[in-house]
């Protein structure tokens, strides 16, 4: 069964970082991707970034780019999601899934997500 935590959200000041982690069992890691998704209140869920833990070839939303960086520890089957210069505009519910990388955006795994709150 694989299995997906999110840990690491919590409150932060605008310009601020978070550094958020996705520990996954289950699944044979270096086939999948894992990718954050992001959820604000009132707003459709978005992909935030992804990363093919076979190679480690990474993708991020355009507008969080060179904010946000996507990393992977596949001897701690952990993926990171290291988020810099936060804004209030950040703040959500960010989840971890992982997937065959050719099923994205549609894993099928799914954390329970990890609150990330930016004041401003």
């Known amino acids: 069964e694989v299995q997906l935590v999110e840990s690491g959200g919590g409150l932060v000041q605008a310009g601020g970082s978070l550094r958020l982690s996705c520990a996954a069992s289950?699944?044979?890691?270096?086939?999948?991707?894992i990718a954050w998704f992001r959820q604000a209140p009132g707003k459709d869920r978005e992909g935030v970034s992804y990363i093919s833990l076979n190679d480690g070839s990474a993708w991020y939303a355009d507008s969080l780019k060179g904010r946000f960086t996507i990393s992977s520890d596949n001897a701690k089957n952990t993926v990171y999601l290291q988020m810099n210069s936060l804004k209030s505009e950040d703040t959500a519910v960010y989840y971890c899934?992982?997937?065959?990388?050719?099923?994205?955006?549609?894993?099928?795994?799914w954390g329970q997500g990890t609150q990330v709150t930016v004041s401003s």
């Open positions: 289950g699944f044979t890691f270096d086939d999948y991707a």
């Open positions: 899934a992982a997937g065959l990388p050719s099923d994205y955006p549609n894993f099928g795994s």
